[in-house]
Nanobody, 125 residues
């Protein structure tokens, strides 16, 4: 049984920063690419960022480029999402997802097998 756990969400003022963390139990993240998605109230879940298993390639949604950074520390079995210059549109529940392997774009939910329960990010004006 693989469990994906996100942490680091919270309330932050517009323009502020947060760092989300993702880790797993039951299986190491080392051999897998990882993605972050988010869902705002009343909206579809959307892709935010992804990183390949060795960290050699990252992909970011256009809406967060230049503000968010995804990274990983395999020795700590962790993937991070550093979020800077947060805006109200960034608010929502952020989900970490671990890929199922194989081909396919990291942008699509079908790429991922294991999902966390999410961590709430609230941005105040």
């Amino acid at each position: 049984q693989v469990q994906v756990v996100e942490s680091g969400g919270g309330l932050v003022q517009s323009g502020g920063s947060l760092r989300l963390s993702c880790t797993t139990s039951g299986r190491s993240l080392v051999d897998y690419g990882v993605g972050w998605f988010r869902q705002a109230p009343g909206k579809e879940r959307e892709f935010v960022a992804a990183i390949t298993r060795n960290g050699g390639r990252t992909t970011l949604a256009d809406s967060v480029k230049g503000r968010f950074t995804i990274s990983r520390e395999n020795v700590k079995n962790s993937v991070y999402l550093q979020m800077d210059r947060l805006m109200s549109d960034d608010a929502g529940v952020y989900y970490c997802a671990v890929e199922a392997g194989g081909t396919g774009s990291y942008v699509y939910e079908s790429k991922y097998r294991y999902w966390g329960r999410g961590t709430q990010v609230t941005v105040s004006k």
